[in-house]
Every structure is written in structure tokens, then in C-alpha cells.
Nanobody, 115 residues
Framework: QVQLVESGGGLVQTGGSLRLSCAAS????????WSWYRQAPGKQRELVAV???????NYVESVKGRFTISRDNPKNTVYLQMNSLKPEDTAVYYC?????????WGQGTQVTVSS
């Protein structure tokens, strides 16, 4: 079993920065693919960033150049550095590990960007 706990959310002004953390416990493997998703009120959950076991990353177009996903394997932790935040980044951010046959989610952390 895997447990994911996100932290680091909060209220920030437009142009500000936040760093989200996702700490995992349980059976974590180096080949796990970690992702950050977000869900704004009234909208579907969307994939924001992915980091693969080899370190390759992918981002949704709207955050490219502003967000950076990284992982610390010894600490079983993934980060999302968010810079130049915009009001449209306001959402609950969720951490995810997807093994194909099974997917794990954290409880989410709220990010609010004021204009």
C-alpha cells in the first residue's frame, strides 16, 4: 500500500511562487511515475506535470516555463516548484503515482492565487 501526503499549498499573489511537496510512504519503487494534477472548481481534474523514472518530465502547455517537477528518490518525495503564478492556477493540487494496474492519490493541497 502507498500513502501520499501533499503540502505547501496556500494563498499567494499573482506573480508569486510556491513549492508543493508530496511525501510517499509504503512500497515505493524507483520506476514509479509521479504526477501532479489539479482541479479547479467546476472543472475536470487535469494533468499538470509528470516525472518519469529516468528523470524525463512533461508539462501541460499552460505551465511550461513556470512550473518544475522534481523528485528525491531517497526521500520518496516529489516537488512542484511553481513560479509566476496566475489566478488561473488556483486549484486543489493532487499528487499521483500511476503503476498502470493501480493508481494512488494524495488528499490534495489548495493553491489560491489572488489577482
Amino acid at each position: 500500500q502507498v500513502q501520499l501526503v501533499e503540502s505547501g499549498g496556500g494563498l499567494v499573489q499573482t506573480g508569486g511562487s510556491l513549492r508543493l511537496s508530496c511525501a510517499a510512504s509504503g512500497s515505493i519503487f524507483s520506476f514509479d511515475v509521479w504526477s501532479w494534477y489539479r482541479q479547479a472548481p467546476g472543472k475536470q481534474r487535469e494533468l499538470v506535470a509528470v516525472i518519469h523514472s529516468g528523470g524525463n518530465t512533461n508539462y501541460v502547455e499552460s505551465v511550461k516555463g513556470r512550473f518544475t517537477i522534481s523528485r528525491d528518490n531517497p526521500k520518496n518525495t516529489v516537488y512542484l516548484q511553481m513560479n509566476s503564478l496566475k489566478p488561473e492556477d488556483t486549484a486543489v493540487y493532487y499528487c499521483n503515482i500511476n503503476r498502470g494496474f493501480q493508481s494512488y492519490w494524495g488528499q490534495g493541497t489548495q493553491v489560491t492565487v489572488s489577482s
